[in-house]
């Protein structure tokens, strides 16, 4: 099945820095990689995703970018802010049939950003 | 957004008794749900797949006579933990996948805080 690495597990950066996230995947099949953002208590909620179709992808001041050759995929943060500030998970989905499939997650990137 | 509505957010029991947690997606129809479980300062595991009027499907590891699911409707799913014990203490987090337009997002409940005592 598939399995997901995250690195690094907790990122301490001077607000306006940027951050970066990666992940390593390990099932080839896996086509979607979406990025949760979870503050404490609190469900954890969709930032950015990105398919497998598509090399890179921004938001603003989100980004993230597949290598689906190495199998890893990033997440880039710039100009941070302290609400920025939460744990970050990474994830890929398995597909079922052509579907997609449930999504796997990495273990979390506590992101602390210091005013 | 899509709404994913999970209750109770906080449950206390004790131990040997079962508590049901429901998670019910309220403006969308969710064919697959999906359970997943949360230790303190740790990742979402996944627990099972839940399939609107079938078998839920279970990741290995997890006892499915212990965890039962249940997914009667479009909209509703529950999970009901049997026979609880301390061990069973963690954060419930359900989701659904709103699948017009199979954009693939999955949309989270509030979660639940089992804790068994």
């Known amino acids: 099945g598939e399995n997901v690495e995250q690195h690094p597990s907790t990122l301490s950066v001077q607000e306006g820095d940027s951050a970066v996230i990666k992940c390593t995947y390990s099932?080839?099949?896996?086509?979607?990689f979406p990025w949760y953002k979870q503050e404490l208590g609190k469900r954890p909620q969709l930032i950015i995703d990105?398919?497998?179709?598509?090399g890179e992808k921004k938001d603003q001041r989100i980004a993230v970018t597949l290598n689906k050759t190495a199998k890893h995929f990033s997440l880039h943060i710039t100009e941070t802010q302290p609400e920025d500030s939460a744990v970050y998970f990474c994830?890929?989905?398995?597909?079922?049939?052509?579907?997609?499939?449930?999504?796997?997650f990495g273990k979390g990137t506590k992101l602390s950003v210091k005013p | 957004g899509a709404v994913v509505s999970q209750h109770p957010s906080r449950v206390i029991c004790k131990s040997g008794t079962s508590v049901k947690i429901e998670c019910r997606s309220l403006d969308f129809q969710a064919t697959t749900m999906f359970w997943y479980r949360q230790f303190p300062k740790q990742s979402l595991m996944l627990m099972a797949t839940?399939?609107?009027?079938?078998?839920?499907?279970?990741e290995q590891g997890v006892e499915k006579d212990k965890f039962l699911i249940n997914h009667a409707s479009l909209t509703l799913s529950t999970l009901t933990v049997t026979s609880a014990h301390p061990e069973d203490s963690s954060f419930y987090i359900c989701?659904?996948?709103?699948?017009?337009?199979?954009?693939?997002?999955?949309?989270f409940g509030e979660g639940s805080r089992l804790t068994v005592l």
């Open positions: 099932d080839s099949a896996s086509n979607y």
């Open positions: 990105i398919r497998s179709n598509v």
């Open positions: 989701s659904a996948r709103r699948e017009a337009g199979n954009t693939g997002e999955l949309f």
């Open positions: 839940s399939n609107e009027g079938s078998k839920a499907t279970y």
């Open positions: 994830a890929a989905s398995r597909r079922y049939g052509g579907s997609q499939g449930n999504l796997i």
